[in-house]
């Protein structure tokens, strides 16, 4: 008997207060709304979230682990990239 | 160096007694003569999720895949929950100093008040799913009807489990659909679990006594009357799920509701409540 497994979808939930979505993990499942259900009763059990957003991790292009020097590296020696070379007034307080 | 207090451990017994003081007044609890009713009927209510609760919980573990593994889980644990609050009531009325779990560990078999439809084993996951529904479809009618009952203490429970019962229903119906409606043998096991179940499904809608004196107290409603609503759900189900309703009678097995048990529930009980009987008053 050949075993079919279902797609793989990675979940991604909106907790309590407002924030994005942010990603909690993978599970199995024949559709988007089974992913769902499933999606609800794995990962919010503890009432974790208000929102579930699913998508087939066959959809998600990813960046090439062996490209991590030239695509990361070039960013590490610019400081200037921070904005933290700016005199902030009094004033303005705690920014 | 002085022993903190503990503050993992609640005082149970003080926050039991809080809990009731903060109860709405219900007058039925101090009706002498209502009482041995209402209580049976809190029994019926609390065994019939406490059993199926454990049926359900057998496939911890054991589930076909992950997710359906836990979604039983869940399933179990909500059951078992509504357990702890109608069998906690069912004490209170008795008020024989009992507790949910005395009632639930320490009765016998003929003392179970559960549908016989609960205690069968769940053979496969087509008899498993399929039984959850055709109660998930009743309890849903039943919490419904007691959100409006006059025992306001009833109500404030049935409001609670209705909201997940009427997940347990959305889920159960989706799977019924899914499966009935699948694969040639998916179609055809869950067509064996309907016809299987089916002689035991009329114990839903029979009214005895009991029935009739909590009726009569406007504590629940009448059997019969959540019939219609039941067979509408479960008739719409059944028909997107191409599966046939048996043209037998469904009234062929009862006796659950007054204390007459298949063999199943024997088993159920062994293993439920082997602990507490060989080691009195275990707690964790």
């Known amino acids: 008997m050949s075993r079919k497994e279902w797609p793989l979808w990675e979940i991604f939930i909106r907790g309590q207060h407002g924030l994005n979505h942010r990603h909690v ?22 009432k974790e979230g208000v929102s579930i ?22 960013a590490e020696s610019k400081v200037y990239r921070h904005p933290t070379f700016f005199d902030i007034p009094d004033e303005v307080g705690h920014m | ?50 059993i ?8 911890c573990g054991h589930g076909p895949v992950l997710e359906e593994d ?22 209170e009325v008795e008020g024989e100093g009992r507790t949910a779990d005395d009632l639930a560990f320490l009765r016998d078999a003929m003392r179970f008040r559960n549908l016989q439809l609960l205690e069968l084993p769940n053979r496969d996951m087509a008899v498993t799913l399929m039984r959850e529904f055709l109660f998930d479809a009743w309890h849903f009618e039943m919490l419904t009807a007691l959100c409006g009952s006059q025992s306001p ?28 409606d699948g694969s040639e043998e998916s179609h055809r096991r869950m067509q064996d679990a309907l016809d299987r179940l089916w002689p035991y499904l009329g114990e839903m809608f029979v009214e005895d006594a009991v029935d009739k004196a909590v009726a009569e107290a406007g504590i629940a409603p009448r059997p019969a009357d959540l019939r219609g609503a039941w067979e509408q759900t479960v008739n719409e189900v059944l028909e997107e799920a191409t599966l046939a309703s048996p043209d037998t009678r469904m009234d062929v097995h009862q006796g659950g509701k007054q204390g007459r048990h298949t063999e199943h529930l024997g088993y159920i009980l062994a293993e439920m409540q082997f602990l507490q009987r060989a080691y009195p008053g275990a707690s964790w």
């Open chain 2, 153 to 180: 203490r009833v109500a404030e429970i049935a409001a609670k489990a209705l909201k997940e019962v009427s997940y347990h229903l959305e889920r159960s119906s989706d799977l019924i659909v899914r499966l009935g």
């Open chain 2, 70 to 91: 836990i979604a039983l889980a869940n399933t179990a644990l909500d059951l078992i929950g509504h357990t702890q609050m109608w069998l906690g009531l069912a004490a």
């Open chain 1, 53 to 74: 957003w699913v998508v087939r991790s066959a959809d998600i292009t990813a960046s090439a682990p062996s490209e991590k020097g030239p695509m990361f590296d070039p």
């Open chain 1, 25 to 46: 993990g993978s599970l199995h499942a024949p559709d988007a709304e089974m992913a769902i259900r499933n999606a609800r009763d794995v990962y919010t059990r503890r």
């Open chain 2, 1 to 50: 160096m002085p022993s903190l207090p503990d503050m993992t451990t609640p005082d149970v017994v003080a926050l039991a007694e809080r809990a009731a003081a903060s109860q709405p007044h219900d007058p039925h609890l101090e009706d002498v003569d209502l009482r041995p009713a209402f209580f049976d009927w809190l029994c019926r209510m609390g065994d019939n999720t406490l």
């Open chain 2, 52 to 59: 199926l609760g454990h049926r359900i919980s057998e496939w």
